[in-house]
């Protein structure tokens, strides 16, 4: 069973930087869709990015499209969210995700895997 664990999250300034980390357990990592999410509080949980199972393809948001870059480095079981230029309307919490298939879903439904959530804050 795949384990997720996500990294890298905290306060930042308005056209600051992050860079979130998504550690995985297992030696399937390859072979795993990988996605980030993100949740506002009260709202619901939206798909910010994927990247396919041999980084051929990626997704992006509209929202974020420009500003973040999802990569995957299978050799160290990790997927990265390099998230910039960020705006207050970037907070949430931020979630790790994985599907053991190739379909880039872009619904929480799609997704199997979660790690526990990593906090971002953008102040104006």
């Known amino acids: 069973q795949v384990q997720l664990v996500e990294s890298g999250g905290g306060l930042v300034q308005a056209g600051g930087s992050l860079r979130l980390s998504c550690a995985t357990s297992?030696?399937?990592?390859?072979?795993?869709?990988m996605a980030w999410f993100r949740q506002a509080p009260g709202k619901e949980r939206d798909i910010v990015a994927v990247?396919?199972?041999?980084?051929?393809?990626?997704y992006y948001a509209g929202s974020v499209k420009g500003r973040f870059t999802i990569s995957r480095d299978d050799a160290k079981n990790t997927v990265i969210l390099q998230m910039n230029s960020l705006k207050p309307e970037d907070t949430a919490v931020y979630y790790c995700a994985a599907n053991g298939g190739w379909t880039m879903g872009l619904s929480a439904r799609d997704y199997d895997l979660w790690g526990q959530g990593t906090q971002v804050t953008v102040s104006s």
């Open positions: 990247i396919s199972r041999n980084s051929g393809r990626t």
């Open positions: 297992g030696r399937t990592f390859s072979s795993y869709t």
